[in-house]
Nanobody, 124 residues
Framework: QVQMAESGGGLVQAGGSLRLSCVAS????????MGWFRQAPGKERELLAA????????YYEDSVKGRFTISRDNAEKTVYLQMNSLKPEDPAVYFC?????????????????WGQGTQVTVPS
């Protein structure tokens, strides 16, 4: 079992960058695939990016391809989301979560151990 703690959110102007971090507790972090999600008010939680346990495989939702990069450091039990070229439609609470195994398509319902999230704001 792992638990997550996200950080790195904040207010950034359109076109700017942020780097989100998700630190996991527990000894089995390196056995889980990890995903970054976001949820805006009134909208469903959506999967943005995911990375397999070894980091060999990654997935990106179309709206963030070329702008966001997911990475992980298993020694530090941390997964990152580098967000560049932020847009006014990107504001949301961003979450990380863990999943056993890697099989496309990935579904949010297959992820667990959700953190509290970190708020990202991009003024329009």
């Amino acid at each position: 079992q792992v638990q997550m703690a996200e950080s790195g959110g904040g207010l950034v102007q359109a076109g700017g960058s942020l780097r989100l971090s998700c630190v996991a507790s527990g000894r089995t972090f390196s056995t889980y695939a990890m995903g970054w999600f976001r949820q805006a008010p009134g909208k469903e939680r959506e999967l943005l990016a995911a990375i397999s346990a070894t980091g060999r495989n990654t997935y990106y939702e179309d709206s963030v391809k070329g702008r966001f990069t997911i990475s992980r450091d298993n020694a530090e039990k941390t997964v990152y989301l580098q967000m560049n070229s932020l847009k006014p439609e990107d504001p949301a609470v961003y979450f990380c979560a863990a999943r056993r195994g890697w099989a496309l398509p990935l579904r949010p319902s297959e992820f667990g151990s959700w953190g509290q999230g970190t708020q990202v704001t991009v003024p329009s």
